[in-house]
């Protein structure tokens, strides 16, 4: 099992940025597509946005033109620049990625029906008016 460690939250005023990144640690697997997600109080948790680990990048609207996703392989580490931050985007910010298990010869198993979805513990983003 993977785990997902994220950073870069924290506090900041309305326009201004903040990175978030998330790094999958461990051992005898392979990590295919990562994203974001958020979950604001009270609110359910909202996928933000994701990228496939051949590049493909998908948002939600309410984030296109301001966030940016992107990724390093060679790192199994996943970014997200915010860019124009708004109250509105105040959130815990979850970092997932999807799991695959690895043959005796150590290559991936890209097998739709046997991966697993990891999850990071969150990082808060927090953006004051």
């Known amino acids: 099992q993977a785990q997902l460690v994220e950073s870069g939250g924290g506090l900041v005023q309305a326009g201004g940025s903040l990175r978030l990144s998330c790094a999958a640690s461990?051992?005898?697997?392979?990590?295919?597509?990562m994203g974001w997600y958020r979950q604001a109080p009270g609110k359910q948790r909202e996928l933000v946005a994701t990228?496939?680990?051949?590049?493909?990048?998908d948002y939600v609207d309410s984030v296109k033109g301001r966030f940016t996703i992107s990724r390093d392989n060679a790192k199994n580490t996943v970014y997200l620049q915010m860019d124009s931050l708004k109250p509105e985007d105040t959130a815990v910010y979850y970092c997932?990625?999807?799991?695959?298990?690895?043959?005796?010869?150590?290559?991936?198993?890209?097998?739709?029906?046997?991966?697993?979805?990891?999850w990071g513990q969150g990082t808060l983003v927090t953006v004051s008016s």
């Open positions: 461990g051992r005898d697997f392979g990590i295919g597509a």
């Open positions: 990228i496939t680990n051949d590049g493909t990048i």
């Open positions: 997932a990625a999807t799991q695959y298990p690895m043959d005796c010869s150590g290559d991936v198993i890209p097998d739709i029906h046997r991966y697993l979805e990891v």
